[in-house]
């Protein structure tokens, strides 16, 4: 089974300012994969960034950063220069390699920037 | 654009009526989910399905049911509603060729039931 651990109900950013997003993980797979998705409030689920297990370079895709520690089980998100448009709700999910192919996901953290 | 389709993006039911939610896919995926999302416990995953007839159940399947008849179709089914099934209803695919990987899951936009 795996578990999501998001600590951080809310979070508030200076607008241009880097933010991260903390995400801790378990799980007994040797191989599985780590996602990020937001969630603006028309309710959408937009996929962000991917990190697999294996990977030995941290992901990243534009302002969005994977900070990978696999020794930690930690896979917390970084937005770069924040902006207004990232004020959303943000969900850390994960899937192993064995069991089910169903996505786990966190409680989120609804991000908020301000001017 | 592929996509996944829910059929309603608001519902309002009455306590005791039995709920139809909808979701098709037009990616010819294997694997269909229904989670729910309540604020606080983020998304709970009711049931999945990895084959057409084919049905399991998640972590919260009390009081939910299920129906794949077709593979580009999973239906949720309230079968008496309750108020504490009032919550945001998510639906989504994948295939298990792809599904770790970045963009290996797709959802729909939601089906917000209220039951009153």
């Known amino acids: 089974a795996q578990k999501i651990t998001q600590t951080q109900p809310g979070m508030f950013v200076q607008e241009k300012e880097a933010v991260t997003l903390d995400c801790t993980y378990d799980t007994s797979d040797q191989s599985y994969g780590l996602f990020w998705y937001k969630q603006p409030s028309s309710g959408e689920m937009i996929f962000l960034i991917y990190?697999?297990?294996?990977?030995?370079q941290n992901a990243t895709e534009g302002r969005y950063s994977l900070n990978f520690q696999k020794a930690r089980k930690s896979a917390n998100l970084v937005i770069s220069a924040s902006q207004l448009g990232d004020s959303a709700m943000y969900f850390c999910a994960m899937r192993g390699d064995t069991g089910r192919r169903a996505l786990t996901f966190g409680s989120g953290t609804r991000l908020q920037v301000q001017p | 654009d592929v996509k996944v389709t829910q059929s309603s993006r608001y519902l309002v039911k009455r306590t005791g009526e039995k709920v139809f939610l909808e979701c098709v896919q037009d990616?010819?995926?294997?694997?269909m989910f229904w989670y729910r999302q309540d604020p606080g416990l983020g998304l709970r995953l009711i049931y999945f399905?990895?084959?057409?007839?084919?049905?399991e159940k998640g972590d919260i399947p009390e009081g939910y049911s299920v129906s794949r008849e077709k593979k580009e179709r999973f239906s949720l089914i309230l079968e008496s509603a309750s108020t504490n099934q009032t919550s945001m209803y998510l639906c989504?695919?994948?295939?298990?060729?792809?599904?770790?990987?970045?963009?290996?899951?797709?959802f729909g936009s939601g089906t917000r039931l209220t039951v009153v």
């Open positions: 399905s990895y084959d057409v007839k084919m049905k």
């Open positions: 990190q697999g297990s294996y990977d030995e």
């Open positions: 990616m010819d995926h294997e694997n």
């Open positions: 989504a695919s994948s295939s298990p060729t792809t599904d770790l990987s970045g963009y290996g899951y797709t």
